[in-house]
């Protein structure tokens, strides 16, 4: 009965480890890929041959599926004059390409919460929230226990590497939340926001102000809104400016300035300098859409490519760097889309574009560079419309760019647009279902890498391993494996194999060692299998004899008369 309680609680505490609630759990899985990736005949020589980058870029399109990219790129490419060329974008000229699974921990298909935290966490987590572990319900009363404290931002914060993100959404969106906000729902942007009076919360914009992002280098989009009190037009109730609060902090340790930029001339006219703390606002809340602006002659904000090479600039000038993780996110591809509005995504899918070539273009050889989505969108291109045809048009009824659901079905008699109609730049693409907005798709996403170590990222991988390549190749995590220890193990073998050949002995491959050792264990373990054998022979032989003896004792000893009744 002890036996089976034992058993009972053992399979019990194994159940309890292996939840996908746990770090623990998705650890296994991000080094279980790893090991097989290193292990492969090529990750063996790479990983012999390569310098870890210093320097980690992570580029997110939001909403930017395979159909999206292939959407936009012939779109680009008629627009240019060149339709049957079929030019990539120049994300998609990276060496090395793979695949991302998307689903949170309970949904299919993701939102931009659930896979921000997969990809800067390492862990899958419930829909809608930031930083907070799965099974803890809506409200904020958990304390620490329901807090996730081990994400990139958090270990990299640690360890002295740098952290920033520049984005076209407001600051407290999901994407740049997802690397500092703790325990929150997303919607939970400012002190008054829906639900915040009832759930112990504390707002995402003050969270700003607490580790981990109070010590961020960089943190560049919109929000004003979620930062300023309602007396000068905000959305706060409490009448903080959280926007002055961070300003005045002092500066983190290494930094010699806080920086608050809160409008596109203060943008234009900043030069960065060594170690400066950056905050930069520029927009109420998310960015305009580029299209609007290239229609009005605006520059009321920066662009993203602009945003973006200011982040880097900041990051390479910190003195002693030991490194930087910047995030950089084209939040409107996504936006644009949840209105089906196709011609604003494919303009704005091309400004990431551009951000990525001229960070690529900026940074050197210790820098990865990542590129992928948090999600698609559920789009398709069906049909067999003549390329002599704007992607844009119909072919009968079947429209060329159609997405599952939004605001595109209309009356539901959305099928018989012109191709006149279909050219306006806010023309939203037909869809089957009404929403006012449309809903993400749950296919997996791609991700191309350029740099050291960007073939770890090739293959079909879930998006929380993306996260936990990103710690091991800047050893951010000390109870986990990381590319520190196989740096460590290859100096202290060279060391050894330097030593050998200074005394003379003779010199042998790491190849050539472990065959080495294969042929010299198989005679060690062929003389045991024999020993073994011939022991067990003994033994029978043995028995047997012990076995006749007894017989023979018997008979001498029992009388034939007691033997009968
Ligand atoms: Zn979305």
Redesign the pocket.
Known sequence: MRLALFFVALATSIAAEVGQESIEYWNRVGRKWLDAKLESDVGTILAAQQTPPKNVILFIG??MGIATITAARIARNQNSGQADVNQPFFFETFPFSGLSKTASFDTHTT??AASAVAMMCGRKVEQNTLGRLPGHGNKCEHGEKAKIRDGIADLAIDKGIDVGFATTAAITDATPAALYAKDVHRRMEFDSAPGMNTSNCEDIATQILSHPADKFKVLLGGGHAQFLPDSVGGNRTDNRSIEEEWAHLRPMQLAQSRVLLTGTEDFVHHTPEEDQQLLGIFAPLHFPYRVDENLRNSSSVPRLSEMAVKAVQVMEKQTDSRGYFLMIEGANI??AQ?KNRFHLATEELSEFDRAIEQVSNLVGDDTLILVTAD?AHALTIPGYLNKSRSIFERDGNVSSIFFATGPGYGDGNRTLYTAEESMDPHFAQPASFFFN?AR?GGEDVGIWAKGPFAWLFTGTLENTQIAYNIKYLMCLDDKEKSVCDLRKRMTEKQQNEDAERIMGATTVSPQSQSFHILNTSLPIRGTMIALLVITCVLALLVAALLVLLLRSTFRGTVKPSESSS
């Open positions: 939001d909403g939102d931009s996504d936006k949840h999600h907005d993400h």
